[in-house]
């Protein structure tokens, strides 16, 4: 109602028209999204633990992108993965936007073709072994070789679009593990699957099954390897 009213108000100032009146409603409606998206910002970055700027800004920015496209049932949670940190670091959030909170914070591993402790490389490509990048949506789960898994859409053509088809899935691996970490200088690696620990991976799954936002942020200037 108060947007409504706004809307009239303004169009009684410039014009009486229906058209006036659509288009003064419009720019309302768009200065209150900027807000809105603004103070999730501000909340967000101010959470203790939490993603790096960059990866926040481009997951917020991801999430708009996913909320438009209506592709997103559950739009709580935002799952935030940052490969520009390493291995060895909790690079995984899941964060409850409307809280706002952090739900889990959590080591994950990349592809066994994107680097060692660092993930440099990155690719939509079967058989490449190599992590994806960019904005996913998540399907329903299921038990697969890796255990009990969840599918992923990519959203970003070109860059993920074949995640679903090279069974790029959220999964629990023995070899994320931090102190086998710590000996050997960096988690195992995956064959391109963002892999956490088995004692955390349904808890997560079921949290963000069914229709959440996922975003995975790389190193600036990345091109996805073809």
């Not at 108060?2 to 006036?20: D, N, Q, R």
């Not at 496209?69 to 490969?83: H, P």
């Not at 060895?88 to 959590?106: G, H, N, S, T």
């Not at 690696?189 to 949290?207: N, Q």
């Amino acid at each position: 109602m108060k947007k409504f009213v706004l809307g009239m108000v303004f169009a009684a100032v410039v014009g009486t028209s229906a058209g006036a009146a659509t288009i003064v409603d419009r720019d309302t409606e768009s200065v209150d999204r900027a807000t809105e998206k603004a103070s999730l910002a501000r909340s967000l970055s101010a959470l203790e633990g939490g993603p790096t700027a960059e990866a926040l800004e481009g997951a917020l920015a991801a999430y708009d992108r996913a909320l438009a496209s209506g592709a997103v049932s559950n739009a709580r949670l935002l799952t935030v993965i940052d490969y520009t940190l390493p291995s060895l670091e909790p690079r995984l959030w899941v964060i409850d936007v409307q809280a706002p909170a952090i739900v889990f914070r959590e080591l994950v591993a990349h592809g066994r073709g994107s680097g060692e402790n660092m993930a440099r490389k990155f690719s939509n490509q079967h058989d490449s072994h190599m992590t994806s990048l960019g904005l996913f949506v998540t399907d329903s789960s299921y038990v697969g070789s890796n255990g009990y898994s969840l599918r992923l859409h990519g959203l970003d053509k070109g860059v993920n679009d074949n995640a679903f088809d090279r069974a790029i899935v959220i999964h629990g691996a023995p070899y994320v593990n931090a102190g086998t970490a710590r000996q050997v200088g960096r988690l195992g690696r995956s064959w391109g699957c963002p892999a956490v620990r088995l004692d955390v991976a349904r808890p997560l799954i079921d949290a963000i099954k069914g229709g959440s936002v996922v975003f995975a942020h790389g190193p600036a200037n990345t091109k996805t390897v073809a």
